[in-house]
């Protein structure tokens, strides 16, 4: 089992760059798969990015690809979102969510689908303006 505890949400301008961070205790990081997820008010739950355990695979929504990187850093029970080049369609609440496993799934739909994930944090929010 594993908790996670995520930070770094706040208001920013059109363009702008932030960066979101989820840290994880209660078990060996490194075999989770983790994705970040996000929901905009009315809306359903959207699949941002999912990292591999060792970090050393990504997928990104096609929204996000290109301006979101996602990383890990194992030693620190940590995993992050960068996002770069922010656009106000990008405001919403945004979850760190994780599944034992550290091998991404081949299939996408499994990917991205937040009920593949079995622990999540408390969502900050981004708030992006034009």
């Known amino acids: 089992q594993v908790h996670l505890v995520e930070s770094g949400g706040g208001s920013v301008q059109a363009g702008d760059s932030l960066i979101l961070s989820c840290v994880a205790s209660?078990?060996?990081?490194?075999?989770?798969?983790t994705a970040w997820f996000r929901q905009a008010p009315g809306k359903d739950r959207e699949f941002v990015s999912i990292?591999?355990?060792?970090?050393?695979?990504?997928f990104y929504a096609a929204s996000v690809k290109g301006r979101f990187t996602a990383s890990r850093d194992n030693s620190q029970n940590s995993v992050h979102l960068r996002m770069n080049s922010v656009k106000p369609e990008d405001t919403a609440v945004y979850y760190c969510?994780?599944?034992?496993?550290?091998?991404?799934?081949?299939?996408?739909?499994?990917?991205?689908?937040?009920?593949?994930?079995?622990?999540w944090g408390q969502g900050p929010q981004v708030t992006v303006s034009s």
């Open positions: 209660g078990s060996t990081f490194s075999n989770y798969r």
């Open positions: 990292i591999s355990g060792s970090g050393a695979a990504t």
């Open positions: 969510e994780a599944v034992l496993g550290p091998i991404l799934p081949p299939s996408s739909r499994s990917r991205s689908n937040p009920n593949s994930y079995h622990y």
